[in-house]
């Protein structure tokens, strides 16, 4: 008989470098004779929360075949935070060096644990060991006492090597929350902080209270909102205490607790974990520790089948109810001559308000209504086009399926589903006609001198007549008599009507390209055409400038700042990224700044994107009035001449500077006293006249 052992050997507690972490780790124990074991972990990375179960399986199979006096082994351990209190014990007391073993007889050998877990790992035999495909399948399961990481690790090994042994890991991220939604209406997912119920006089929904502090330090979770109560508490060791209210329920020290809390009606409930500021004070923290929000949806209406699912697929054949084609980001397109091949597929599944699946070939189908506005005609199979309404009743398994053709119409058409009377899904089809419009769109303002090819330097918009996108059309291009750059000759349309053009700077040339796009490659044909100009510069700088946009700000006011660099042209330099240490020289301190001004704009260690020989940032003006200003080191040494790839030897380590000034926050108020005092004068002077005139002293 084979016998297949599950080894736990002796443990040694070590502290994991860096980490916090106490490793429990095997001592050296060989259980198989020849080849080692091999171990898959189905699920190797599980992420959850203090006191909550879960688990991941895994299977153990030899190498290769095993013979009549071969055994199957695994060396088990585990890594974990060095607070929590789990351990790993020995479930067979079979055997004299705590050996838990399976055999075809008996095919199940359990590993126990302390703490928060039992048991931790579970193996079942499948089978004899009796071929290299003979497998042992087991479980890990796991209830975390503190956040952490948590890594269990399962090795086969040989008597001859332990060192040599294959190993896998199973690693458990154990968020740091003492508060969770667990169950309801959507599935519990990191980070825990949020959940969904339904509205009802009996419905709902549970959170996960933890009280993990030192011995005697309770917890206290509180309730708000939706007219929401604590139905239940059960904690997994000592009394849970709810308030008269059921508004809040004390948690006992060092476990956790199911909170059930009712779910009356529709809203949001907010749901808060104190801690007790000390063992057993009956004071708890004014500050949550943990928050958890619940959305409270309205009750569901039995019969109305708004949640009905509406697919729509551009395949010709059988409709795909587990993918919809709407969820990309255009809709789908086909030409607009008038044909009996389908351009999409609608396909329906038919729910309730309480998303109750009603399949579509039952006998309590409800009838169907799709309507299409626009271009486009619908028909009921996809060699069929009937018009732009069809109604269909309760009957067979495929009424809930339609197809969109084209009617000859060049356009948008908008489908409407409806469900037993109401609104379920809109979806969108285009039909494109011939090629009207051609819009040019220059993505590179410059592009380099240098000979090599800019991708996607200016792109081109192909329409109708109803500025419906017109894919799969050609474009084609032509620098004319120009000799600074080349165009690719043409390309085409992508499903959006984008065709995009690569431009290549000849060396040495300088200048403004002007590029014709048109629909023919011959001038006699073409009937459609735009133009555009792109610029054609170096990447390397004579001057480098920095200004701000005004000369005089007020405190706190938005300051725009204009970097700009031309080259030997006056051009400004080609456009790209131009990156720390190309333009800026790559320091921390780079720009260097007077006058308070609280950002940084231009960061040496940054990246500067210029188009067209310009790049603009913003800072704000400081709240003291005084004059500001902000200089900037250029890349290299002074007067270096053995890197002049992007700015010339006269520029490299110097510096630039913009200069501006802020008003002091009480010159408005001088002025305007300044104006009141000049008004007071002219007063008295005029009051004076009049008093002459009428002759009072």
Avoid: C
């Avoid at 909550?52 to 153990?60: C, G, I, L, N």
């Avoid at 059930?260 to 923290?285: C, D, H, Q, W």
């Avoid at 042209?569 to 456009?575: S, V």
Wanted: net charge neutral.
């Amino acid at each position: 008989m084979k016998t297949i052992s599950l080894k736990k050997a002796a443990v040694v507690a070590t502290a994991s470098l860096g980490f916090g972490l106490l490793s429990v780790v095997p001592a050296n124990a060989g259980t198989q004779t020849t080849t080692p074991s091999v171990i898959t972990i189905t699920t190797p990375s599980v992420t959850t929360i203090v006191g909550s179960a879960v688990s991941t399986t895994f299977a153990v199979n030899a190498a290769a075949a095993l013979s009549a006096t071969e055994t199957l082994g695994v060396i088990s351990s585990i890594t974990k935070p060095t607070d929590s209190a789990i351990t790993v014990a020995d479930g067979d007391a079979a055997t004299a060096n705590a050996q838990a073993t399976v055999n075809n007889t008996s095919k199940a050998a359990t590993l126990t644990s302390t703490g928060y877990s039992s048991p931790l790992t579970t193996i079942t035999s499948a089978g004899a060991i009796t071929t290299a495909t003979s497998t042992v399948a087991g479980t890990i399961t796991f209830k975390p006492d503190v956040p952490g990481t948590y890594v269990y690790k399962l090795s086969g090994a040989t008597a001859a090597d332990d060192s040599a042994a294959s190993s896998v890991t199973a690693t458990f991220t154990v968020v740091a929350r003492s508060l969770a939604y667990t169950t309801g209406e959507s599935a519990a997912a990191t980070p825990f902080d949020t959940g969904t119920a339904i509205a009802g006089p009996a419905n709902t929904v549970t959170v996960t209270g933890t009280s993990t502090g030192a011995t005697g330090v309770r917890s206290l979770v509180t309730v708000d909102g939706a007219g929401a109560t604590i139905a239940s508490a059960t904690a997994g060791s000592g009394t849970s205490v709810i308030a008269a209210d059921f508004k809040s329920v004390r948690i006992p020290a060092a476990t956790n607790a199911p909170v059930v809390i009712n779910t009356p009606t529709a809203g949001t409930i907010t749901v808060k974990l104190y801690n007790e500021t000390g063992n057993a004070t009956g004071i708890f923290s004014a500050t949550a520790a943990n928050t958890v929000t619940i959305t409270v949806a309205a009750a569901a209406v039995v019969g109305v089948y708004a949640a009905s699912k509406v697919y729509m697929n551009t395949s010709t054949t059988t409709p795909d109810s587990t993918s919809d084609a709407t969820t990309t980001t255009t809709a789908p397109s086909a030409s607009s001559t008038a044909s009996n091949t389908p351009l999409a597929n609608i396909l329906v599944k038919q729910q309730d308000a309480q998303a109750t699946a009603t399949n579509v070939a039952q006998a309590d189908t409800k009838a169907i209504v799709y309507e299409i506005a626009g271009a486009g005609a619908l028909g009921t199979s996809s060699g069929q086009r009937l018009g732009s309404y069809i109604a269909v009743a309760a009957a067979s398994a495929n009424d809930n399926i339609v197809y969109i053709f084209p009617d000859g119409r060049s356009g948008v058409g908008t489908i409407t589903v409806k469900v037993n009377g109401v609104l379920v899904s809109t979806k969108t089809v285009r039909f494109y006609g011939s090629v009207a419009t051609y819009a040019a769109t220059v993505v590179n303002k410059h592009v380099a001198s240098s000979g090599a090819a800019t991708t996607g330097a200016i792109t081109v918009k192909v329409t109708d007549a109803n500025a419906v996108a017109v894919p799969s059309a050609t474009v084609y291009a032509s620098v004319g008599t120009s000799t600074a750059a080349t165009i690719t000759a043409s390309a085409v349309t992508n499903s959006s009507g984008v065709a995009s053009f690569d431009v290549t700077g000849v060396s040495a040339k300088f200048g403004a390209v002007t590029v014709t796009f048109s629909n023919a490659s011959t001038t006699a044909a073409t009937t459609i055409s735009t133009t555009a100009s792109i610029g054609v510069s170096s990447v390397k700088a004579k001057t480098v400038t920095v200004a701000f946009n005004k000369a005089t700000y007020s405190p706190g006011e938005k300051m725009t700042l204009t970097l700009t660099a031309l080259d030997s042209n006056g051009l400004g330099i080609a456009d790209r990224t131009y990156a720390a240490d190309e333009l800026l020289k790559n320091l921390a301190a780079n720009p260097a700044m007077t006058g308070g001004i609280g950002t940084t704009p231009f960061l040496g260690t940054a990246g500067v994107d210029i188009v067209a020989g310009v790049a603009t940032a913003t800072a704000y003006a400081p709240l003291a009035g005084g004059p500001v200003s902000v200089s900037w080191t250029l890349r290299g040494t002074a007067g270096d001449t053995s890197d002049s790839t992007y700015l010339v030897a006269a520029l490299q380590g110097g510096t630039v500077t913009a200069s501006a000034t802020v008003t002091s926050p009480t010159d408005a108020l001088t002025t305007q006293i300044d104006a009141l005092n000049a008004k007071i004068v002219a007063l008295n002077a005029l009051i004076a006249k009049i008093m002459k005139k009428l002759g009072v002293k």
